[in-house]
């Protein structure tokens, strides 16, 4: 819905209600409900001067001019002209950069003396040219889609941004400094999902909840932004009735509130998945939100630009006077004859995981070589019919009942050997049998040491930064009983990841994982030695002597498909293992262990002696 705004803490202020013009107006041409870009508005270039960087000041007085029209705008609702100021100089030749992918050029748009840029898609913000540039550099850079502005707001010192991208649309807020320099940037897209009137049941039930929810946690990581203007930071008409709509939807006036709007305008509220076109549709739209919030519930600007025909505007919500979780926004209005002709808005999603721009796939060498390595482990030991190339056993279409049986088996009634032991000091669990099946040692051995090692990767997975921004959890879980056919394609996607310094630092500010190391690497160590101990000594009555299981594990991994591929992901585990352990060494500046070559035991003596806590650990220093 439209969102009203004010300073945070503060709604706007009733003073600055702007009176409501009269509604009397000539009709407007038919407004399109979802703009067609045919091509980029391409808007000439500033004046250049000796320094390119300062190619975006208007110290000389002059300023670029642009003349707006529905045809130029692609299908928007930009009318009139008027000359770009700084800001919007500024906006223009950023988006301009990233189209031609000269991310210098976008880089040294931002004030070199601090700056900082939210993308609400992504977890964490950027601050300082340092991050700015890294996030350009690796965000952008695979973009198959040009940027094309559809509305640039009249802005000197603030201004707003429509764009689409593809089939993706999204608003930019740009504050600029005395020189042009952009110190300020916030910019959103629209979210793949959109709720649409189902949003409206979900508030009712949900905001009251929610209110008597702690959600400091969450909005204690929203960055301080000492750039922003504030509610009252924009001047000009477009400003004061943007400001006066939005502190009537505060009070939940919308009669009132509508009086801003012309009859024929055109509302993007890109959380629904159609426009709304005309100013009954946008009542409608206003009147269930107000019915659907608390009282409580108000919308707080942070930023606004100036402006007499356009604004940009940046705005958070607060429940009883508390910032609620993912409710920071950007929103844009046009405005006309003292009334709003033309709005998007957009709140940033809770789940964070980039804009979703398309993009040119684009792997490295070693991605690659990790997914054809996936790719024939999988063909292999899994799908391939039974004699194929020399595997042994059945594929997974083949499998015998009794195999699927003892898997099966193996899972419910042996993970970690944690139901026989409770059965051997007489504990029972409900819902268990009173008698367990009794597998071979040598299986049951070999299917929990593998089991055991899996468990060990999550925590040294974790602490990697190269993948700080895949779910790993989710592959993890997968991992664990499915193993290499899951952890290669993961590695696959790691080779080529490139995390913005932002998201490694933020990974290691708030991913503290040294209890978890230790804990998964002393359940590790003592899961690895009771295999070692079932191997040679467990169930005399079905295994025989140590000779006796050693033939039979030669005849098992021979004959058995599962045993077999066990056997492939022990060897694979044992080059992952150092590989992974000595890439978290460089990333957290920990000295070498030479240990970390030992299968297994290696890795669990490593999660105790390097995970950061002081319980165990070694000397760190490099």
């Known amino acids: 819905m439209a969102r009203a705004h004010a300073r945070r803490g503060q709604t706007a202020s009733r003073p600055g209600v702007v009176p409501p013009p009269r509604v009397a107006r000539a009709a407007r041409g038919a407004l399109r409900p979802h703009p067609i870009v045919a091509r980029s508005q391409s808007l000439p270039g500033p004046a250049s001067g000796p320094d390119a960087e300062d190619a975006t000041s208007t110290s000389s007085g002059t300023r670029e001019q642009v003349v707006f029209t529905r045809e130029a705008a692609t299908g928007g609702v930009s009318a009139g002209s008027f000359k770009l100021g700084r800001a919007a100089s500024a906006a223009r030749r950023y988006f301009d950069a990233l189209n031609a992918k000269d991310y210098g050029a976008a880089e040294v748009l931002f004030s070199p003396e601090g700056c900082l840029l939210e993308d609400l898609n992504e977890p964490v913000c950027f601050a300082g040219r340092d991050q700015v540039r890294d996030y350009i550099s690796k965000t952008f850079a ?38 042009g320099r952009i110190v300020y940037a916030r910019d959103l897209a629209e979210p793949e999902s959109k709720p649409g009137d189902a949003a409206f049941s979900i508030m009712k039930v949900v905001l009251p909840v929610l209110k008597n929810l702690d959600s400091t946690k969450v909005t204690e990581g929203w960055p301080e932004n000492d750039f922003a203007g504030g509610a009252g930071a924009g001047g000009g008409e477009a400003a004061r009735v943007v400001r006066s709509f939005y502190d009537h939807i505060n009070r939940k006036e919308v009669d009132e509130a509508m009086a801003y709007f012309a009859e024929d305008c055109l509302y993007e509220d890109l959380n629904f998945p159609e426009p709304y076109v005309g100013k009954d549709a946008v009542r409608t739209l206003m009147q269930k939100s107000c019915d659907s919030i608390p009282e409580d519930l108000v919308f707080c600007i942070d930023d606004i630009s100036e402006g007499a025909s356009g604004v940009g505007l940046t705005w958070h919500l607060e429940l009883d006077g508390k910032r609620f979780p993912f409710s920071r926004g950007c929103s844009f209005y046009k405005v006309k004859d003292g009334q709003v002709v033309y709005a998007r808005d957009l709140v940033e999603p809770s789940s964070k995981k980039g804009k979703a721009l398309r993009e040119e796939v684009s792997f490295s060498a070693a991605s690659l070589a990790l997914f054809a390595a996936a790719a024939l482990y999988t063909s292999l030991l899994i799908l391939s019919p039974p004699g194929f190339a ?233």
């Open 390 to 622: 020399g595997v042994p056993g059945e594929g997974i279409f083949w499998i015998k009942p009794e195999t699927l049986e003892e898997v099966q088996g193996l899972s419910l009634y042996d993970f970690f050997f944690v139901l026989p032991a409770l059965k051997s000091v007489g504990v029972g669990v409900p819902g268990m049998p009173e008698t367990l099946p009794a597998y071979h040692p040598v299986n049951e051995a070999l299917f929990n040491f593998v089991n055991a090692w899996s468990l060990m990767f999550y925590p040294l997975l974790l602490r990697d930064t190269k993948s700080v921004s895949l779910p790993k959890t989710a592959w993890w879980s997968v991992q664990m009983f499915l193993t290499n056919a899951i952890l290669m394609p993961f590695l696959a996607l790691r080779a080529s990841n490139e995390p913005t310094i932002a998201r490694v630092e933020a990974a290691r500010s708030e991913g503290n994982h040294g209890l978890l190391s230790k804990s998964f690497g002393v359940v590790g160590a003592v899961v690895g030695l009771a295999s070692v101990f079932w191997f040679a000594l467990a169930r005399p009555e079905l295994g025989g002597d140590l000779a006796s299981r050693v033939d039979y594990f030669a005849n098992y991994i021979s004959t058995d498909r599962v045993a077999f591929a066990f056997c492939v992901d022990l060897a694979l585990y044992s080059v992952w293992q150092p590989y992974l352990i000595s890439e978290v060494e460089k990333q957290e500046g920990l000295r070498p262990d030479p240990l970390k070559f030992v299968p297994f035991f290696g890795l669990a003596k490593w999660l105790q002696t390097s995970s950061g806590l002081k319980l165990f650990d070694r000397d760190q220093g490099t």
């Open 142 to 179: 695979g973009l198959s889609e040009d940027f094309f502005l559809q509305e640039i707001s009249d802005g000197d010192d603030a201004c707003g941004v429509t764009w689409v991208n593809g089939s993706k649309r999204g608003a930019t807020f740009v504050r600029v400094d005395r020189s």
